[in-house]
């Protein structure tokens, strides 16, 4: 039982909430200040010059990346998580990311792990393929931002200093998440959870892993993904009339992603702006610009994550579909 606070004595856990809280929101005190800096004229006019077509084409370009990253995580569950149709995935996958956006860092992207669990997918199992899906997004994000900071500290370095790392994570990537859905990391992780407090210690299924081409698989849907949502970064690029190309604009997004995942925001205001400002002006794109397209971007991930929104009014069923032996699964009626 918790023990009130003795009167004359801070209260620690208090202190902590509170610490957790100013911590939250630094991004935005970082974004007041900028546009403290700013001319609300200039930040206007370049909202107000963007060309309405490739604006409207880019929030539709990056929906398609969400069902390439449910069928990700519907490798990454492996065996357990084939009883489960695609469509139902999909929500549970749109659920978490309607709460990542809501969350700082995104970490509501992990309760689909906990979604899954007892209904046919272990409470271990299902936790470490959520974290996995999101150690996939970040870890191609950190090579392909350091890509782009080479290519900002030496421009003579070209297009290679972003080409490279993309094929890095396509060989490396794949081997890297076909050890970690194994069952020994699984269980590492399962132990890491118990030891905090978090989970209990349950059994990882030996059949749990995720096979060396399936895993792949999923580097190469983690590529393609992300090519939609720079495709999308692009398409605002040309509205606003940056000069900057699709392989520049990828790296630089790659950069502001990683930023705006810090939990000091949430969902990367004022982080991403300050990226945006210091990676576009060799570009010659003024602050104004820049944080004009950070506005795009942020009204973006708010769209997609209305959207995702809606995959809360329809929840998958109670038990996933069985599948009798030597047939397929069940199908729905």
């Known amino acids: ?8 004595r801070a209260d620690p856990q208090g202190r902590a909430a509170w610490r957790r809280r100013m911590r939250h929101a630094i991004g935005p005190l970082i974004l007041v200040l900028i546009l403290w800096t700013l001319d609300p004229r200039e930040l206007f006019r370049a909202l107000g010059a963007a060309e309405v077509g ?3 084409a880019a929030y539709l370009v990056p929906l398609p990346a969400i069902a390439l990253r449910s069928l990700r995580w519907r490798v990454l569950l492996g065996r357990r998580g084939a009883p489960w149709r695609s469509r139902e995935l999909l929500a549970l996958y749109a659920q978490s990311i309607a709460a990542g956006v809501a969350t700082p860092g995104r970490v509501g992207e992990l309760a689909k792990g906990a979604l899954v669990a007892g209904r046919g997918v272990g409470l271990a199992h299902g936790l470490w393929s959520a974290l996995l899906d999101r150690l996939a997004d970040l870890g191609f994000l ?3 931002a350091s890509g782009a900071a080479a290519l900002h500290a030496a421009p003579g370095l070209g297009r290679g200093a972003l080409v490279a790392p993309v094929a890095l994570a396509l060989v490396a990537g794949g081997p890297a998440l076909a050890f970690l859905s194994g069952p020994g990391a699984q269980q590492l992780g399962a132990r890491w959870l118990a030891r905090l407090g978090r989970g209990p210690a349950v059994e990882v299924l030996p059949d749990a892993g995720t096979g060396a081409g399936a895993a792949l698989g999923c580097a190469l849907l983690t590529v393609a993904s992300w090519a939609l949502t720079y495709a999308a970064n692009d398409l605002y690029c040309a509205s606003l009339g940056l000069g ?3 392989l520049e604009i990828a790296g630089i997004s790659a950069v502001a992603s990683l930023v705006a995942a810090l939990p000091i925001s949430i969902a990367g205001a004022g982080t991403r702006d300050a990226a945006l400002i210091l990676l576009l002006a060799p570009y010659g794109a003024t602050p104004a610009q820049a944080v004009a397209l950070s506005a795009l971007m942020l009204s973006n991930v708010l769209f997609v994550g209305a959207l ?3 995959a809360y009014l329809w ?3 109670a038990e996933p579909p069985i599948t009798a032996p030597g047939r397929g699964a069940a199908r729905g009626s």
């Open 1 to 8: 039982m918790a023990q009130p606070p003795v009167p004359g």
């Open 54 to 56: 490739p604006l409207l």
């Open 142 to 144: 950190a090579l392909l």
């Open 244 to 246: 900057v190309g699709y």
């Open 308 to 310: 995702c929104a809606l």
């Open 315 to 317: 929840t998958p069923p």
